[in-house]
């Protein structure tokens, strides 16, 4: 079959070149200039079809494909200049064509504005304007079917927008955010019918007085322009479906949305309840979800953020789990309340029921002890969020933003874990349950006293609130020496409390003064406050249903260890920051330098410690626009990383049934030295797009775990490691994709180098089983991760449309020596026809190969679905057969990597599935 694709491929690229030719030219101003990004377009002289187009590079060139036998008509624009237009006629055996457009001034330049609109692709200076009818094959139904036909426009597995290899969190429709914070909402929600043009928001901030006077090379911003018949009109779809799997269980399918777009308001409904797979919101999506909140005081150098202690919930693999029941409700509005006034927002709601079937072997490095699991884990995530959103802007000079997001959660797990290492079987029963809580507030106010002199204001303050509980339920003594237990049981029944509540505080003001046209100087101060209680215990529930508090350890080191957290935690930032920004020639240098004072105060188990710092941390950006569609960019900065209240709590707390965690008050911040090399070419002249980076990052003090391991027990504690032994970490991604006629040829590559050194010892015990010693040592360990991945995918509009590629990925660990090597290699191939007029076949196909090194394992599995579409016309009613896993294929492997052992994963997935859908369109 990979052979047959790759043919197929090669054929199609052949017939089309014999069947054209190219128009080759240059597009001049009256006197002689090459016009940069100018536009051509050749336009069926008969019917008025686009047949093809093109943008000029740096000296003014073009080139065309035109099919031969056939006359068009060349118009060449440029904003701010008379449009010219040739008739041209190809013959049938017609050689290549050379044709020039000189071009000049004018002085209606609404007329211009109203032509960039009619080509394919419009680069109008950082954003990028895409007609998606140019680029559509007909057969799109998403959004994210349509990004994917975009030149330098990616749709990841996850269903999320990457532009030069950079995650777009903000999406627009008409101007308005669409669920702020996230795009796979986005992609695959929005009818494709729905989008007439694609805006690429390149270097975007949503303030306008503060465009061009700081850093935004980061943020990429895409806007959805609707067609005219989809304004001011509600428009979606329902679609339902029922069916059942290979086990002769039902399965049922309901996905209505509703959209509503006016230039006073719109609205989005968006509902999911499935039992076949689909996860519109996963757990990782509600914590990653930022609802557009901004990064505050990027580039100061504080790296200090709050953790989520969610008990290491397990996670599906690829949202593929053994059972898996979706219930999802969500809601997105905007209302332009007055010309002054803008509010928006949204609410989440989320029930996710998910059966997850894991094997794994697990390798220790320090003890060379072999771990196999078998565990059965039902979960549930209730999740919610509500965002209020409000713009007020009464004049030019002055804008106030003021957001509200709130998040809450329930979230339980029951895992039964079969373990057997070193000729022990334990038999685990463990239970987990977090409610967490937070509200998260940002007040933004920007005003322009003069042309010169423009002022910035940003707080935000976040509370929360989380209560994560575990009970673990062992046949075996957990950690022996550590935990005063009762062991006349017939069973150990560990249970931990533990509650965190967190106050932040971030505030800062900035004052922008502009030097001139090309340079500007930043003032920044600002300061960050956070304060956290951290409480826990750890109780054993005894076969009579007696309570035994475990308050301290036996004698470790000679004295006995607390199991009580009672932690009170400040940390402070206060930062005075300068930067200046100068334009010169095609360089753009932003050096700046940060003064911290930082303040750490912990007070537990009766005193204090308290810490006191000064740091000046220097930042530089440089940017080079090598051409306007070209360009480098190089940061350095020095950050200070520092860590919340987990990492000082003293007292043990459990993180699963083998692991167990102490903080370390006398941590110390570490230092982290940053450097980036970017470069991206958006070339329309030969339709190629490339980008890649390079990214290098040292950590000195890094504060890392001393772990020490007794056969799979683990205990662990952070602690600050010698700056003789740096942490180092090296990534390398690059993206090419060239368009040949009406294939696209894309190729992309990552490699990721970690080099990190944690401290690993053993406990020595005495023969009362008393913790006498330890022996620790570091231990370097290094992973290197390859994946590269290359495609060719169609797009015709009478043929049928096709995707074949291959991805390879490499993943190397090597744990003080001991190495092992993991391969996956995936071909794949999709494949789109439309036949007998009102028929048409979805089909994706994914082969995986998984094996390691020694090949001691090595499996094969194949993953294929279908679907048949059946639709007459311009009917708003439309019927499909949907088969999911039609190879029926159990399970996935993975593989991952720590500083005390690897594992390699298999996960049981649901069977096949075959479904009838209807869908209406509204």
Not at 54 to 73: C, H, M, P, W
Not at 784 to 803: A, H
Not at 874 to 894: G, H, M
């Amino acid at each position: 079959m990979k052979h047959i694709l790759l043919f197929a491929t090669l054929f199609f690229t052949v017939l089309i070149s014999a069947q054209t030719i190219k128009v080759r030219g240059t597009i001049k101003d009256s006197l002689g200039k090459p016009l940069e990004l100018a536009n051509v377009i050749a336009i069926v002289e008969a019917t008025g079809d686009i047949e093809s187009y093109a943008i000029t590079n740096f000296e003014g060139r073009f080139q065309l494909d035109l099919s031969k036998n056939n006359s068009y008509v060349l118009k060449a624009s440029f904003l701010g200049y008379e449009t010219t237009e040739k008739v041209l006629t190809v013959p049938e055996d017609g050689e290549n064509i050379i044709e020039d457009f000189v071009l000049k001034r004018s002085t209606a330049l609404l007329d211009g504005v109203e032509l960039v609109y009619e080509m394919p692709v419009t680069v109008r200076g950082d954003t990028i304007i895409y007609n998606v009818d140019s680029f559509n094959r007909g057969d799109e139904r998403k959004l994210g079917d349509v990004l994917k036909n975009l030149p330098g426009v990616e749709v990841n597995d996850d269903g999320e927008i990457e532009v030069e290899g950079k995650r777009v969190s903000k999406v627009m429709v008409e101007g308005k955010d669409f669920f702020d914070g996230d795009s796979k909402l986005a992609t695959k929600n929005i009818p494709a019918d729905a989008v007439d043009k694609v805006e690429i928001l390149r270097n975007y901030n949503e303030v306008d007085q503060m465009r061009g006077l700081g850093n935004d090379r980061d943020n990429i911003a895409i806007n959805i322009k609707l067609k005219e018949g989809k304004k001011n009109f509600w428009f979606g779809e329902v679609t339902a479906g029922a069916g059942i799997d290979d086990e002769s269980e039902g399965r049922y399918l309901v996905h209505p949305k509703l959209f509503y777009y006016s230039p006073d308001y719109s609205i989005n409904i968006i509902t999911d309840f499935n039992n076949i797979g689909e996860v519109p919101f996963t757990f990782r999506d509600y914590f990653n979800f930022t609802g557009g909140f901004r990064n505050f005081n990027r580039g100061g150098g504080t790296n200090f953020n709050i953790r989520q202690s969610d008990l290491g919930f397990a996670i599906a693999q690829n949202n593929r789990a053994n059972s898996i029941e979706t219930n999802f409700l969500a809601g997105n509005f905007s209302w332009r309340a007055t010309q002054k006034w803008d509010v928006s927002g949204f609410a989440i709601l989320s029930d996710n029921k998910t059966n997850i079937v894991t094997n794994a072997i697990r390798q220790y490095i320090s003890t060379g002890t072999i771990e196999n699991t078998s565990s059965d884990t039902d979960q549930r995530n209730q999740l919610g969020m509500l965002k209020l959103s409000s713009v007020y802007k009464p004049n030019a000079n002055f804008q106030f933003d003021y957001d509200a997001l709130i998040k809450t959660s329930k979230q339980t797990e029951v895992a039964n874990t079969l373990s057997e290492f070193g000729g022990f079987t334990n038999d685990i029963s463990e239970g987990k349950e977090n409610k967490p809580f937070s509200i998260n507030q940002n007040a933004n106010a920007y005003y322009t006293l003069n042309d010169d002199n423009i002022f910035a204001g940003q707080v935000q303050y976040l509370w929360q609130d989380e209560d994560p509980f575990y009970n673990a339920i062992s046949d075996l003594l957990p950690f022996p020496g550590i935990l005063p237990v009762d062991t006349l049981q017939n069973r150990f029944n560990i249970n931990q409390q533990k509650n965190i509540k967190t106050h932040k505080l971030d505030a800062k003001v900035d004052y922008y003064y502009l030097l001139n046209n090309t340079s500007n100087i930043n003032l920044t101060l600002g300061t960050t406050l956070s304060n956290q209680q951290f409480n826990s215990n750890i109780f054993q529930l005894l076969d009579n249903g007696n309570r035994n508090d475990l308050v301290r350890t036996p004698v470790i080191d000679g004295e006995t260890q607390p199991l009580v957290n009672d932690v009170e935690y400040g940390f402070s930032d206060i930062f005075l920051g300068f930067h200046y920004k100068v334009k010169t020639g095609k360089f753009i240098f932003t050096p700046g330098a940060t003064l911290h004072n930082y303040t750490i105060k912990n007070t537990q188990l009766g005193t204090s410690e308290k810490q006191n710092d000064w740091m000046i941390l220097p930042d530089v950006n440089v940017f080079f626009e090598i051409k306007k569609s070209e360009s480098i960019r190089f940061n350095y900065d020095i950050s200070a990383r520092y860590t919340d209240v987990n990492d000082f709590a003293e007292a043990f707390v459990f993180n699963n049934y083998n692991r167990l965690y102490r903080g370390n008050r006398f941590l110390e911040n570490s230092l982290a030295h940053n450097y980036n090399l970017s470069y991206f070419s958006f070339n329309m002249f030969n339709y190629t797009n490339v980008s890649g980076s390079l990214n290098y990052s040292r950590t000195l003090e890094g504060i890392k775990n001393n772990t020490n391991i007794v056969t799979i027990n683990q205990v662990t504690t952070p602690v600050n490691i010698d700056s003789n032994f740096p942490d180092e970490t090296f990534s390398a991604n690059g993206r090419f994709s060239k368009r040949i006629k009406k294939i696209q040829f894309r190729l992309s590559g990552n490699l990721s180098f970690i080099k990190s050194n944690n401290l690993i010892g053993e406990r020595v015990l005495d023969d009362m089983g008393n913790i006498i010693g330890e022996t620790p040592t570091i231990q370097t360990s290094e992973s290197f991760t390859q994946n590269y991945r290359t495609s060719v995918r169609s797009s015709f509009r009478e043929w049928p449309n096709f995707e074949v590629g291959y991805n390879y990925t490499v993943n190397n660990y090597d744990n003080g020596g001991l190495e092992q090597t993991f391969y996956t290699n995936r071909p794949f191939a999709n494949i789109d026809v439309n036949f007998l007029k009102r028929f048409s076949l979805i089909a994706n196909w994914d082969f995986y190969n998984y094996r390691d090194k020694a090949k001691t394992i090595q499996n094969e599995y194949t993953f294929f679905n279908a679907t048949v579409y059946y639709k007459k016309g311009d009917s708003p009613w439309e019927f499909s057969v949907q088969a999911t896993n039609i190879l029926n294929t159990e399970f996935i492997n993975s593989d991952s990597f720590n500083d005390q052992f690897f594992t390699t994963n298999q996960y049981f997935i649901l069977p096949r599935i075959l479904m009838l859908v209807v869908t209406y369109d509204l």
